[in-house]
T-cell receptor, first 117, second 114 residues
């Protein structure tokens, strides 16, 4: 079974600074997807960024980028120019991509990000 | 983007009663919907996967007779918590998969059982 580990229960960053959230995963599959979701106090889950395992290029969405290291099974999220609205719980998630693979998302335990003004 | 709604957003019920939570994909057809449970300050725990027109697939440890899931149409799935007890109090979240990879989450339902 696949597992996702987020080793940082809490992180904090100063407004306008950069922060990196860590995520590692364990799988025997070669084809899969990785995601970062944000859950603000409203508790609405919001997709931040997605990475296909077959792509070597790291995904980027505006101020959010990932460092995907497939061999190391590492998938960290970098938030640049942090804003107060970035404060939230961040969840790393894994999903199989191959035929016959499970459609379900496997979540890490989350990292609570605080942004200090 | 796609929108998923949940109703109600917050429900309080007495112990022993049943509660139904609806999950709707408002602007797309969802062949697959997922139900999660989230305890305070914890991650999302998948309860079951529901496919339109077929029985839901429950995760290990989830009581299928207690958490009834019905996916009657391509835009609606319901979760019924039967004979609810205080330990069932939690935040329940659904998500719906649009054609392809994209999965969209509902805003969640807070259930409090007295």
């Amino acid at each position: 079974a696949q597992t996702v580990t987020q080793s940082q229960p809490e992180m904090s960053v100063q407004e306008a600074e950069t922060v990196t959230l860590s995520c590692t995963y364990d799988t025997s599959e070669s084809d899969y997807y990785l995601f970062w979701y944000k859950q603000p106090p409203s508790r609405q889950m919001i997709l931040v960024i997605r990475q296909e395992a077959y792509k070597q290029q790291n995904a980027t969405e505006n101020r959010f980028s990932v460092n995907f290291q497939k061999a190391a099974k590492s998938f960290s999220l970098k938030i640049s120019d942090s804003q107060l609205g970035d404060a939230a719980m961040y969840f790393c998630a894994y999903r199989s991509a191959g035929k016959g693979g499970s459609e379900k998302l496997v979540f890490g335990k989350g990292t609570k990000l605080t942004v200090n003004p | 983007g796609a929108v998923v709604s949940q109703h109600p957003s917050w429900v309080i019920c007495k112990s022993g009663t049943s509660v139904k939570i609806e999950c709707r994909s408002l602007d797309f057809q969802a062949t697959t919907m997922f139900w999660y449970r989230q305890f305070p300050k914890q991650s999302l725990m998948l309860m079951a996967t529901s496919n339109e027109g077929s029985k839901a697939t429950y995760e290990q440890g989830v009581e299928k007779d207690k958490f009834l899931i019905n996916h009657a149409s391509l835009t609606l799935s319901t979760l019924t918590v039967t004979s609810a007890h205080p330990e069932d109090s939690s935040f329940y979240i659904c998500s719906a998969r649009k054609a392809g990879l994209s999965v969209y989450f509902g805003p969640g339902t807070r259930l409090t059982v007295l």
